[in-house]
Nanobody, 121 residues
Framework: QVQLVESGGGVVQPGGSLRLSCAAS????????MAWYRQAPGKQRELVAA???????NYVDSVKGRFAISRDRAKNTTYLQMNSLKPEDAAVYYC???????????????WGQGTQVTVSS
């Protein structure tokens, strides 16, 4: 079994920065794609950023140039550095991982519990 635990959310003023962390633990053979999603009240969950096993990244247009996703393979931890935050970035941010527990396991989608990001003056 695999667990994803997010941290780093909080309250920040517009223009400020936060760094979210997502630590994967448990039985892990291979981490394929790691991603951050967010969901604001009354809105659908959206993909914010993703990073593949070879380090390729992808971002939703609204955060390009402001957010950066990265991975520390040794720590099985994925980060989302968020700069120049705007009120519309406020949401619950969820970590998502496409992970294999063993060499013969199917790739499985795992989710963290979510961390709240509030952007307000």
């Amino acid at each position: 079994q695999v667990q994803l635990v997010e941290s780093g959310g909080g309250v920040v003023q517009p223009g400020g920065s936060l760094r979210l962390s997502c630590a994967a633990s448990g039985t892990i053979f291979r981490i394929n794609i790691m991603a951050w999603y967010r969901q604001a009240p009354g809105k659908q969950r959206e993909l914010v950023a993703a990073i593949t096993s070879d380090g390729s990244t992808n971002y939703v247009d609204s955060v390009k140039g402001r957010f950066a996703i990265s991975r520390d393979r040794a720590k099985n931890t994925t980060y989302l550095q968020m700069n120049s935050l705007k009120p519309e970035d406020a949401a619950v941010y969820y970590c998502n991982g496409d992970i294999q527990s063993t060499s013969y396991s199917w790739r499985t989608d795992y989710w963290g519990q979510g961390t709240q990001v509030t952007v307000s003056s």
